[in-house]
């Protein structure tokens, strides 16, 4: 609907191997047609659901077909100016690099030409603010993570502030964050943002309670926070205490099952709550959605009024990482568009 696609958008939370289209995921597979890419391979489609293990099985198909420096540099060009038609101001697109042996791509090439492409669409006036979250993969334990933080420590001194974070994902059910905490909390004195993925399935209690007193500066997911679903107020307290945003991605987490349909999503609880949360994708190739989308789920599933919408996406402004000169940018877009519509 065209009130959603023209609402300014902020989007916080997307994985850049999981937000690519299905036009781009073709582009790919005509390189490399020994790899017989069907389109279940690299999307879960309307209806359809999996479960969090086989969404991590489609990563690592999507990951055989973007494995060089020209492919990056594709995929993020597309996946930028794909947020920006759907209506996306500002994007922090997260990505963990990799180390390709065979298409000699290290992981300072894969996070140059993430930039590059940042820096492109910059310069063809692209109408979208892009940073960057470099990304650990939980997978590949601690010495990896450390390695990532100095990576990422360097970018941002280096990247004229569009590196502006570390983000913590990779499936859940690997490895336990206390072996992470030192790569962490490094990250955090050296004045990177940390967005961390947070307590996306049950039973990691104990680790949400030690990331959280970090504290992070956002939260991903946070499906399993509160008490209703087997979380603990002590946890929500300190969520609340610290002000830490949430970022909730509903079709995501239908389609992955770790909600069981959307009317239940936690989005409900902390908005009832009033703690800030931002709308985001996730993943929009792989979960088949888009910003606008997400933002019409919500409002349907939770009966938001236009003007709750508004104040939504407005509000997602205060959880950005760039700096606060960049957050009056955006307010006045937001300001701009508003006296235009009424
Ligand atoms: P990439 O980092 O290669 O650009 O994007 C894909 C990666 O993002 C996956 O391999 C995984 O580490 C991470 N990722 C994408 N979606 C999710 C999700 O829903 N949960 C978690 N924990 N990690 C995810």
Known sequence: EDFYRQLPKVELHAHLNGSVSFQTIEKLSRRKPHLNIERSMTAI???????????????????????????????????????????????????????????????????????KAIQQCKKEEVDIDVRFLVAIDRR?????????????????????????????????????????????????????????????????LEETDLLLSLPPDRIGHGTFLHPEVGGSQNLVDKVVQNNIPLELCLTS????????????????????????????????????????????????????????????SQQAIDCIFAPDAVKQQLRQKWADVQSQVS
């Not at 420590?153 to 992470?180: I, Q």
């Not at 800030?276 to 994708?281: A, F, G, L, M, Q």
């Not at 979960?287 to 409002?299: G, H, K, R, V």
Request: aromatic content about 8%; overall charge negative; some cysteine.
């Open 253 to 312: 987490n239908v389609k992955g099952q770790t909600v069981p349909c959307y009317s239940n999503h936690h989005f409900k609880y902390w908005y009832q709550l009033g703690h800030p949360c931002v709308i985001c994708t996730d993943d929009k190739g792989v979960f088949s959605t888009d910003l606008s989308q997400e933002y019409q789920l919500a409002a349907s599933t939770f009966s938001l009024s236009r003007e709750a919408v508004w104040t939504l």
């Open 140 to 204: 590949n334990g601690a010495e990896v993570a450390m390695e990532t933080v100095k990576l990422a420590e360097e970018y941002m001194l280096s990247s004229d502030g569009l590196v502006v974070g570390l983000d913590l994902s990779g499936d859940p059910t690997v490895g336990h964050g206390k072996d992470l905490l030192p790569a962490l909390q490094k990250a955090k004195n050296c004045g990177l943002k940390l967005s961390l993925h947070l307590s996306e399935v049950p039973s990691q």
């Open 45 to 115: 489609g309307k209806g359809q659901r999996r479960s969090l293990d086989e969404c991590f099985e489609v990563f690592k198909v999507i990951h055989q077909l973007v494995d060089a420096e020209e492919e990056i540099l594709m995929v993020a060009t597309d996946v930028i100016k794909e947020f920006a038609a759907d209506g996306v101001k500002y994007l922090e697109l997260r990505s963990t690099p990799r180390e390709e042996k065979n298409t000699g791509l290290t992981k300072r090439l894969y996070v140059e030409t993430i930039l």
